[in-house]
């Protein structure tokens, strides 16, 4: 900011000096107001990374009810409820984590277990489950003793799609805590809590009170409640799971010859010694009961875990038949409850899912253009590893509609595509299977553009 030189300099506040100003004085202001607009830009982007627009109130709410005081703390039952329509939580399942606010520890658990006790050197008696600052938790396995079981527990952490199994959506297990409050007002909420499931990928708030949880009694005439209750919701995004995608969509249909293949490197590039040709002598070796998690995929152009087909089979007077296939490349990952969500304008008219269990999801209310696939339970609802049967396959009977079917520009592909909540890399539009006559101009029609321009060319010249 300029001032004036003369012997009585005039000083004007901030805003008399923005208003008066000229635009060549005015450069700080701007500068802050680009500022302002970078930090709005960022914070916006910062919250559209985890909103799914297809599944928009998704998420996973975590609710400790503080059911019973003890001499030193309190016994909480904690119950995880999978919101989220079409992302579940599969093998090797969730894991959670949190640190207490003061100097809490684990007396003892049921339906679950921290993975390490920590230092409980101090205790001479009773020795707690866990006295670590920050314990981690994950769930029993199946078939454990009765006395360690409690309802919703022990699935080895795998918690279904609220969307494809309510029942199967909810995960439990209860803390027995120690040298924590023993009231409302002395209890200090745990703090930092962080969600796997299960990998990266969910982001969880600070735990909030609400107003206790309602009991019934098995005969519904009673009523009991919690002493306390607090929320942590956790949210999912893509982009913190993984940079890449994990999935990718090819198209072909039966006018066109020409199949669109998953874009080359959709999911990453990697170096070919992270892959394995599928005719490779070494695979043979890869059926170890002690092998790691870590994804050693089939050497493809795109290189994803996951490749879905879309084919455009037949077209009936009244009818058009989809093929879906779904084909995993992973020769270490079993995908079980898998879920695929696509975002078509004519699949509010399915009228027949010959293989596959269907829901139609309704993000928008009004709009129908949504539904989710999923696997016959105990039939194909596990998608097995690379190889001869890693793949799981339907056909879709969708009945025509004259205001949204058309074989034109691509109509007749999904707009979206995920399988397990992550959306999949789709080919350019460009390159979708076009109708025949589509594929060429029209000469009589080029040259009658063209001739007008050609005469006055000559014209020039001559």
Not at 175 to 199: M, Y
Not at 203 to 209: M, R
Request: aromatic share 12%; net charge positive.
């Amino acid at each position: 900011m300029e001032f004036n030189n003369s012997a009585n300099p005039v000083h004007h506040t901030p805003f008399e000096a923005k208003d008066r100003c000229q635009w060549q004085d005015c450069y700080s202001f701007r500068e802050l107001k680009h500022i302002f607009s970078v930090i709005i830009f960022f914070m916006m982007v910062s919250h559209a990374i985890a909103y799914d627009p297809l599944d928009p109130t998704g998420n996973i709410t975590i609710k400790w009810d503080v059911v019973s005081w003890t001499p030193d703390g309190y016994v909480a039952l904690v119950t995880m409820n999978n919101f989220q329509m079409y992302r579940h939580i599969m093998t090797p399942g969730w894991t959670l984590s949190w640190s207490w606010a003061k100097k809490e520890v684990i007396w003892s658990m049921v339906g679950a277990q921290t993975t390490e006790q920590g230092d409980c050197s101090k205790f001479k008696a009773n020795i707690p489950h866990c006295c670590e600052k920050t314990p981690t938790v994950v769930d029993l396995l199946p078939g454990v003793p009765y006395n360690q079981q409690i309802a919703n527990c022990c699935k080895a952490g795998v918690v279904a799609a609220w969307g494809q199994d309510p029942a199967g959506s909810v995960s439990s297990f209860q803390v027995s805590v120690g040298q924590a409050g023993t009231s409302n007002k002395t209890v200090k909420l745990p703090k930092n809590f962080t969600l796997l499931g299960p990998g990266p990928g969910y982001t969880c708030g600070p735990a909030k009170i609400v107003p206790s949880t309602v009991y019934l009694t098995p005969d519904h005439r009673r009523k009991t409640q919690a002493m306390m209750t607090w929320n942590v919701t956790c949210t999912y995004s893509q982009f913190l799971a993984s940079k890449n995608p994990t999935c990718c969509v090819s198209f072909s249909s039966f006018y066109n010859d020409t199949m669109t293949p998953c874009p080359s490197c959709a999911c990453g590039c990697r170096n070919k010694n992270m892959c394995i040709s599928s005719d490779s002598k070494k695979l043979k070796a890869l059926h170890n009961p002690k092998r790691s998690n870590t994804p050693l995929l089939q050497c493809t152009h795109h290189m994803c875990p996951i490749r879905v087909h879309w084919h455009v089979k037949l077209n009936y007077k009244d009818y058009w038949r989809v093929k879906i296939a779904i084909t995993n490349f992973n020769y270490r990952m079993n995908y079980t409850q898998w879920t695929l969500v696509a975002q078509h304008p004519n699949l509010n008219n399915v009228t027949q899912v010959f293989s596959f269990d269907y829901k139609p999801l309704v993000p928008y209310e009004s709009i129908n253009d949504t539904g989710m696939f999923y696997g016959m339970k105990f039939y194909n609802d596990l998608l097995v590893e690379a190889g001869q049967h890693g793949n799981v396959q339907s056909e879709v009977l969708l009945q025509k509609n004259k205001d949204t079917f058309t074989f034109k520009q691509g109509w007749a592909f999904p707009r979206k595509v995920y399988f397990n909540g992550d959306e999949c890399k789709l080919p350019p539009p460009d390159t979708y299977p076009f109708l025949p006559n589509s594929a060429h101009a029209n000469p009589f029609a080029f040259w009658t553009m063209a001739a007008p321009l050609l005469l006055m060319i000559l014209y020039t010249i001559w």
